[in-house]
């Protein structure tokens, strides 16, 4: 799936909107979300556009793996394994999906309640 140009995270990823970015390589980019719900709120997000869950291919499962691998690097380097952090993926409107590209959530640096809202 190439860039779709009415995607605001397409759009960062081609470096045409700014962002605070704190990881890119070849396949991912991370960037600390505009609009924070806690402390810590960054965005990991595929370099392919993929606009939800239910649009995945096997062809992505190494792509999808790498989302985590990413996250599991920047907590680390935030220094949020002791008090933990949670990770979200919210999939379609109904769930709280605004932006139709996936991306996961990575949250910390506050209590977090459980079952979520
Ligand atoms: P979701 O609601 O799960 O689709 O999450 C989308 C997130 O993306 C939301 O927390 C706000 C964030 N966001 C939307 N537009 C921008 C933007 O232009 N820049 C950044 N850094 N984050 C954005």
């Given at each position: 799936m190439s860039a779709d140009?009415?995607?605001?995270?397409?759009?960062?990823i081609?470096?045409?909107t700014p962002a605070s970015v704190v990881h890119e390589d070849e396949h991912a980019i991370a960037f600390?979300?505009?609009n924070p719900q806690a402390p810590v709120h960054t965005l990991i997000v595929?370099?392919?556009?993929i606009?939800?869950?239910?649009s995945i291919t096997v062809a992505d499962r190494e792509l999808v793996g790498h989302l985590f691998?990413?996250?599991r690097k920047i907590a680390a380097q935030k220094g949020l394994e002791k008090n933990g952090y949670r990770?979200?993926?919210n999939n379609g409107p109904g769930a709280g999906q605004?932006?139709?590209?996936?991306h996961l959530h990575l949250l910390s640096g506050r209590a977090f309640h459980w079952p979520p809202g």
């Open positions: 140009p009415n995607c605001i995270f397409c759009k960062i081609e470096k045409k600390e979300d505009v595929p370099k392919k556009h606009p939800d869950i239910h691998f990413v996250a990770m979200v993926i605004t932006v139709l590209h996936i």
